[in-house]
């Protein structure tokens, strides 16, 4: 007897995965793509849409072939997609510029202008998404300033999966979700909103209808159907964006359940019933579905810092083959106090999102005596990393959230001392969930919502298999407490003295250039 399957793709920044599930959440075949990141001239994220296009025909192709194999038969494909992406496209549906991605820091200086501009915050409070270079509210005034030729010749403002969408169903439609991340969308009202549309220069006309994440699309265009060997009849999910479907995918979707990852950067989200924004702007607001608003911070400096320190402080370490040199160094220090003897860590080495969405802000060390050496140096590094990540969770609080667990990802979970110090920090239980695309399987649970196969979302979190739990201990949270208000303080304080810094770099710089 044939079983059904259902399809989720994530269209990520590095990679297309693409994974089917059967009806009750197991994986039956999963596979990804990569595709180039264009960073030329400097500070430019670029990717190719036709590329990311392609990857996305070829997983899907393959998932296809292979369940199908299996015995298998597709209910489905639902997708999940990168936020804040911009791509122009002319009158004929063809880009006038390639999918500029969150990482463009191209509008900068626009972002600082708007945030001085008492219509930066309002425009934020109304539409969710911090006042930031990743938004492409900040990167349309950008094109209008730096290149009106583009900006006058552009039919449509769109987003990645917007594109595909466009290119398989020649529509042009937007989920509520990848919407809400644009800097653009009245998160109350579901519609475009007036004042950001005059900030950023265009008029409605030139975005994609919005529609609900669970719309479904059938109907697609014959090619791409017979080379991803699927019936046009199959019903396509348009989606959301990967923030919010990651806490569906590891069932952190009921009040007081917080979603923490850690990868190279990292972020901490949680759902609530209504879109709920910050007074101070710290955190953001993305919709899952018109009932589920995932608010939450995200921050630049998690994993990232513990590369830096393997990479540009212990780069004469010595390896033997099989050895991981994370697991050594975490090993070295799992042997130091916790509070690594008075050594504090700001994890800033680029610049910092939340809570204080600064570009300026620099790495510290704090607390430096004769008495430390690299050991204190790398328990400093995993405890300013979850330092940081609590300053989120704190910021979260401010706006009425209570965590009662943390459903932990991300590469920092290999480490069982990292997940320790994030229960120690956080004082919660931490869980961290077995499997590693969260964002495919919230897709795919996403699409089952749609297609009715599961009522609501109430036995996601059955769904999903816990691989570890860690209680804090009670002796390290006392330890914490004592440090965790000096970094705080220190942060805040230093936030003045990074501009200045940046400032003098700025200067010298220039100077030098000069000569
Ligand atoms: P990405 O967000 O780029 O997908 P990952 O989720 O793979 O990244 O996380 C990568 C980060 O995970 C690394 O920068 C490192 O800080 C951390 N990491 C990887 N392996 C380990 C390990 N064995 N122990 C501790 N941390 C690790």
């Not at 007897?1 to 793709?9: H, L, T």
């Not at 569906?248 to 850690?262: D, H, P, Q, R, Y």
């Amino acid at each position: 007897m044939s079983e059904n399957a259902i399809i989720g793709v994530d269209i990520g920044t590095t990679s297309t995965k693409t994974t089917a599930f059967d009806l009750s959440g197991n994986i039956l075949a999963e596979t990804s793509r990569e595709y180039p990141l264009y960073s030329e001239p400097a500070g430019r994220a670029e990717q190719d849409p036709d590329e990311i296009l392609e990857a996305m025909i070829d997983t899907l192709s393959q998932i296809v072939k292979t369940v199908t194999d299996m015995g298998n038969e597709v209910s489905g494909v639902s997708f999940s997609a990168a936020m804040h992406s911009l791509i122009a496209i002319d009158k004929s549906g063809n880009p006038l510029t390639r999918s500029i991605t969150w990482a463009d820091q191209r509008s900068t200086e626009e972002t600082t202008q708007l945030k001085s501009d008492e219509r930066g915050l309002s425009i934020y409070r109304r539409t969710g998404t911090p006042i930031h270079p990743m938004s492409p509210l900040t990167k349309l005034i950008w094109f209008q300033k730096h290149d009106p030729e583009v900006f006058k010749a552009t039919h449509k403002w769109i987003s990645i999966k917007e594109y595909i969408f466009y290119k398989l169903f020649h529509e042009f439609i937007v989920d509520y979700s990848i919407a809400s991340a644009t800097g653009l969308f009245h998160l109350e009202k579901l519609d475009w909103d007036d004042e950001a549309l005059q900030v950023a220069g265009i008029s409605r006309e030139q975005l994609s209808s919005p529609v609900s994440t669970t719309q479904t699309i059938k109907g697609m265009n014959s090619d791409y159907a017979r080379e991803i060997g699927l019936s046009e009849e199959i019903p396509f999910i348009v989606g959301a964006s990967d923030g919010v479907l990651a806490n569906l995918g590891v069932g952190a979707i009921e009040t007081g359940s917080v979603a923490c990852s850690v990868g190279t950067s990292g972020a901490v989200r949680t759902v609530l019933p209504k879109p709920v924004t910050d007074s101070q702007g710290r955190t953001f607001c993305y919709a899952l579905t018109e009932d589920h608003w995932v608010v939450g911070g995200p921050i630049n400096n998690g994993g990232i810092a513990f590369r830096w320190l393997r990479d540009n402080v212990f780069d004469d370490m010595k390896l033997k083959d099989s050895e991981d040199p994370y697991d050594l160094l975490t090993e070295r220090a799992r042997n130091v106090v916790p509070g690594a003897q008075g050594l504090l860590f700001l994890p800033y080495l680029t610049g910092e999102r939340a809570p204080y969405w600064n570009a300026d802000t620099k790495a510290v060390f704090f607390g430096l005596t004769l008495n430390h050496n690299r050991n204190e140096m790398i328990r400093s590094v995993l405890e300013g990393v979850m330092y940081q990540m609590d300053s989120v969770v704190e910021a979260l609080k401010e706006t009425g959230v209570e965590p009662l667990e943390f459903r932990a990802t991300g590469g920092f979970t290999k480490s069982r001392l990292w997940r320790q110090i994030m229960a120690d920090i956080f004082e919660r239980e931490i869980l961290v969930p077995e499997g590693s695309s969260s964002a495919c399987f919230g897709a795919a649970l996403l699409g089952m919502n749609a297609l009715g196969i599961l009522s609501d979302f109430s036995s996601v979190k059955d769904m999903v298999q816990i691989s570890s739990r860690h209680e804090p201990n009670e002796e390290n949270m006392r330890v914490y407490r004592e440090f965790k208000p000096i970094f705080n303080r220190l942060a805040k304080s230093l936030q003045s003295e990074f501009k200045t810094l940046s400032d003098v770099n700025k200067k010298l710089n220039n100077t030098k250039a000069a000569l």
